[in-house]
Nanobody
């Protein structure tokens, strides 16, 4: 299984970026997908998750209303559209996949990194003020 994240970069505060995560070696419709981020010296933080069909989404409080997660199972790809970016959004962003459908029905499990089975390599997002 491989998750390849891309789309990070340097952007000014208030700007937008779209991250992509291409999955291979798994059946996308059998996995819920998540985005997490980790800033230097901080723990990995939940950003957003999408159910295996794409019909359900869930967001961390710090990004709610600014970020949108979506997926295209035909393209084996998950997206994270990030708008109105702030300097505190600066972090390495990781995509992840979870094959246990029970995770989706637990809010706590959904936001816990150890619930996810597979991880991508991360893509760096830097927001300047």
């Amino acid at each position: 299984v491989q998750l390849q994240a891309s789309g990070g970069g340097l952007v000014q505060a208030g700007g937008s970026l779209r991250l992509s995560c291409v999955a291979s070696g798994l059946t996308p419709s059998s996995y819920s997908m998540g985005w997490f981020r980790q800033a230097p010296g901080k723990e990995r933080e939940f950003v957003a998750a999408v159910s295996w069909t794409g019909g359900g989404t869930y967001y961390g409080d710090s990004v709610k209303g600014r970020f949108t997660i979506s997926r295209d199972n035909a393209q084996n790809t998950v997206y994270l559209q990030m708008n109105n970016l702030k300097p505190e959004d600066t972090a390495v962003y990781y995509c992840s996949a979870d094959g246990d459908r029970g995770t989706w029905f637990s809010r706590l499990a959904r936001v816990t990194p150890s619930s996810y089975d597979y991880w991508g390599q991360g893509t760096l997002v830097t927001v300047s003020s």
